[in-house]
């Protein structure tokens, strides 16, 4: 009976585990047929043109494979989205956790995680048929495909996950901190901006890394309204192609399986992960870098 | 009373901090307004029940209804078994080390992969390398390695919710590990998981850019009746009609959204229902 007991412990322990390992196999054959295809494809085009080309036309002749009007088109969507999020953000979180109290931030802070949860095809319609004819009324030059509508639509849908990790930031600093301060006179405005923020700055920098990865990483929201040009270029108000929105194109027609074009999906998309994964490893909470430091 | 420029700058920021959320919430409402409006007309018993058609007052979500669930389905099967043994193994197995804790980091970035890459593993590895081609199975387990992170993250989170004491007390009784996991830890973490588990599948509903590129079609006029047949989901529908220039489309696409909208929140519902009333550790 009793080895019947440990027997069964036994093999539940390694089943377990085999389940667990999936996960590592996942990031294996991630790298694997990234590294697979993209390999198929610098083996045609030198990576030095790749990287620092600067005309994107791999879908006509004459082909071009520069890759920098598309990350111009990330680098767009990036950067105006950050500059909306990441402010509003930290003072929505600002709100949360010293100027509502329990039953109000019960309330808004589910609310608001709504925006995290809603599909980003959705967005990318709201963007299409909300935003850009908004913005069209007072700024009648911009055009239908724009840059500046899906980068607003995307910071709308990183601003919960930017108040929600800076509101958990802003909590784990310890009272005494800001009673000390408050004993000392100083206003609410001076406690977040001189001791809760600069206390919590390595996990608000961590937040924003997270929310520049999924900003990088959002597809279907700039599929939808930024357009299908790659440009060299930083004007938003025009149509731009981001490196996600490029792949769903490709996607979207048939492309043969060995063909040239299906391989820059891959090359393109071994950029972005590379960019992201960086992103999250500075994002990430449970860096083994971290727990070192702590112990 | 006097106020003073500091005790001014205060007011004003507290000001300014409140108005940004009133601001963020008006969004929400804005959003949720203009996709009502726009596809409120367009929602009829017919839109529901017929097949996508290039005739905007003949089309409809049937298919992609249908495809949906066998999408969702599919990926629960898939993703809710091995999400919530990796956890287990995680929990309550795992030993404190080094690589523990790499295997930790992976699969917090594994949550932060973007969608599309999946869908490029998905392309790669099932359709092609393992020659599944454009299926239902091939969408579900591309899906499925989207939503395994996240499951696991949430389910290690209700694992480890359940007091150290009630593990104790079974050990002291003389209860094997196995014994304490399968009698103690789950049944006091099932509510706590299944929240887990509901929220990430209501992911799963809304992807579309995997989907796209492991090729759901766009114009399916039947219903998927076994794993390797060709689908839509809604997400990709929606899709589809919102990229054409067509304002009635563009009516379609919304009213697509408030369909799937409806199936989310219901999700929600039931997973704050879970939530609140069966949980009795706190997150």
């Known amino acids: 009976m009793r080895d019947k007991a440990k027997l069964i412990d036994h093999l539940l322990k390694h089943f377990l585990f085999l389940n667990m390992s999936i996960t590592v196999m996942i990031t294996i054959a991630v790298v694997f047929f990234l590294g697979k295809e993209s390999y198929g494809f610098f083996a045609e085009i030198p990576l030095v043109d790749f990287l620092f080309g600067k005309n994107w036309a791999p879908l006509l002749e004459p082909k071009s494979f520069g890759v920098l009007p598309l990350v111009c088109g990330t680098f767009i969507i990036l950067i105006w ?42 967005y990318g319609y709201f963007a299409l048929t909300w935003v850009t004819p908004f913005l069209k009324n007072l700024f009648p030059d911009l055009q239908m495909f724009n840059g500046i509508s899906a980068a607003i639509v995307v910071a709308i849908m990183i601003l919960p996950m930017v108040s929600s990790l800076c509101d958990d930031a802003f909590r784990s600093i ?39 990865s999924r900003a990088i990483g959002e597809t279907m929201a700039v599929t939808l309204a930024a357009g299908a040009t790659p440009k060299f270029g930083l004007d938003p108000t025009g149509s731009i192609q981001t490196m996600t929105a490029y792949i769903v194109q490709v ?8 063909g040239i074009e299906y391989k820059t999906c891959f090359a393109v998309a071994s950029l972005l992960f590379l960019i992201t994964f960086t992103l999250n490893i500075f994002g990430s909470n449970v860096s083994p870098l971290k727990l070192k430091s702590k112990a | ?45 017919n839109f529901v029940s017929n097949f996508p058609s290039r005739l905007p007052h003949k089309a409809g979500i049937k298919s992609a209804i249908y495809g949906t669930i066998w999408i969702l389905t599919l990926t629960a099967l898939i993703s809710i078994p091995l999400g919530v043994c990796s956890a287990i193994y995680l929990e309550e197995y795992a030993p404190k080390k080094k690589w523990v804790s790499w295997i930790h980091l992976n699969i917090s970035n594994l949550a932060g992969v973007p969608s599309i890459v999946y869908g490029l593993l998905g392309l790669a590895m099932f359709a092609r390398y393992l020659k599944m081609g454009q299926s239902v199975l091939t969408g579900a387990m591309t899906i499925s390695l989207l939503v395994l992170p996240i499951i696991i993250i949430s389910a290690s989170k209700a694992i480890r919710a359940v007091p150290d004491s009630i593990r104790e007390a079974a050990f002291a009784m003389g209860a094997r590990r196995w014994q304490v996991i399968l009698g103690q830890v789950l049944p006091a973490s099932i509510p706590g998981i299944l929240t887990g588990v509901i ?85």
């Open chain 2, 199 to 283: 929220l990430s599948n209501s992911r799963a509903i809304g992807e579309s850019a995997p989907l796209l590129i492991v090729g759901a079609l766009s114009y399916v006029a039947f219903v998927p009746e076994s794993i390797s047949d060709p689908f839509t989901t809604l997400p990709v529908q929606i899709f589809n009609w919102a990229s054409r220039p067509q304002e009635e489309f563009h009516g379609l696409a919304g009213a697509g959204i408030i369909v799937l909208l409806a199936i989310l929140f219901l999700m929600n519902i039931v997973a704050m229902i879970f939530r609140q009333k069966l949980g009795k550790y706190k997150l």
């Open chain 1, 251 to 258: 996607s979207l027609g048939d492309v043969p399986a060995d």
């Open chain 1, 174 to 212: 310890p009272e005494n901190l800001r009673s000390g301060a408050y004993a000392l006179g100083a206003t609410p405005f001076e406690v977040i901006s001189r001791i809760v923020i600069p206390a919590a700055g390595s996990r608000v920098m961590a937040a924003i890394a997270l929310a520049m």
């Open chain 2, 1 to 45: 009373m006097k106020i003073s420029p500091r005790q001014f700058t205060s007011l004003v920021f507290k000001i300014l901090c409140s108005a940004i959320t009133l601001f963020a919430l008006l969004v929400l409402c804005i959003l949720i307004l203009h996709i009502l409006e726009q596809g409120w007309q367009w929602l009829s018993l």
């Open chain 1, 81 to 122: 989205s950050m500059l909306l999020a990441v402010p509003c953000g930290i003072l929505v979180a600002t709100f949360l956790n010293e100027f509502a109290n329990n039953k109000v931030h019960a309330i808004i802070k589910p609310t608001l995680e709504i925006l995290a949860g809603i599909p980003t095809v959705v």
